[in-house]
């Protein structure tokens, strides 16, 4: 049986007052919900603000990228150990806002997943293809040569100790969300692909799914074979529509 898991991306958003409403609104909810993990991905500077707002409550905690050295002449990086010294149970990697605007190719993405999880944090790995490649129906090549990357650099004995999550570019921050059909054929198809190379590993892992998820929509999805739960960006920024989202993973 996988846990669910609801992870909340708050991207570059927040201020301190923000922070502290938005993790002391997010408490009860996650107490609530038994069964679910609760966590979120904070921008960096809050990091040290959400170790203390979270001690003592079911709410984890990660960021949004770290960087593939642990130490030295990289100006404006993070190092995985830094993360890990503040309390981060998970990194993201491989969000497509990174692929993209940050230009983190499959080779980038597996070289920080290796440097994430050898220095203790639970890596999320995002895959998902662009709306061009899903019109173009390319959407298990896509995630297929993503998560091969992956494979080829840390195995698939890695994804033992790593989360999944699929994020259709298309869905992420348009309000368009893949239907629960089309999100859980592809989910299938992702666990059936890792099976080919570990049939435990591909039956453990937990594969998240993100893109434009509401507390209208969570439920649904969540309830698919599947999907173990949500990567959300927006809607993890307002706690009523977060709180439904948690509660929608609870099956
Ligand atoms: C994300 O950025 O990971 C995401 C899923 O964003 P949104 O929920 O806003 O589409």
Not at 43 to 62: A, C, D, H, N, S
Not at 146 to 171: C, R, T
Not at 207 to 236: C, R
């Amino acid at each position: 049986m996988r846990q669910p898991l609801v992870m909340g991306n708050w991207k570059l958003n927040g201020t301190k007052a923000s922070v502290e409403a938005l993790v002391k609104a997010l408490v009860e909810p996650a107490a609530k919900a038994e069964g679910v993990e609760v966590a979120v991905c904070p921008p960096v500077i809050f990091l040290g603000l959400v170790e203390k707002l979270t001690e003592g409550t079911r709410i984890q905690y990660g960021a949004q990228n770290a960087d593939v050295h642990t130490a030295g002449a990289f100006t404006g990086e993070n190092s995985p150990v830094m993360l890990k010294e503040f309390g981060c149970k998970y990194a993201l990697v491989g969000h497509s806002e990174r692929r993209t605007l940050h230009a983190e190719t499959d080779a980038v993405v597996a070289a920080k997943y290796e440097a994430i999880q050898q220095n203790g944090l639970v890596p999320v790995l995002c895959i998902g293809e662009t709306l061009a490649q899903f019109e173009a129906n390319e959407t298990k090549a896509v995630v297929e040569t993503q998560l091969k990357a992956v494979i080829d650099h840390s195995g698939i004995d890695s994804f033992a100790n790593a989360v999944i999550a699929y994020e259709p570019v298309w869905a992420i921050g348009t309000g368009k969300t893949a239907t629960p059909e089309i999100a859980q054929s592809v989910h299938a198809h992702i666990r059936a692909y890792l099976a080919g190379f570990s049939a435990d590993v591909a039956a453990k892992v937990q594969i998240l799914y993100g893109g434009s998820v509401t507390g209208a929509t969570a439920a649904e999805l969540f309830g698919q074979a599947d999907i173990d739960g949500g990567l959300v960006g927006g809607a993890s920024l307002k706690p009523e529509d977060f709180a439904q989202i948690i509660a929608g993973a609870k099956q």
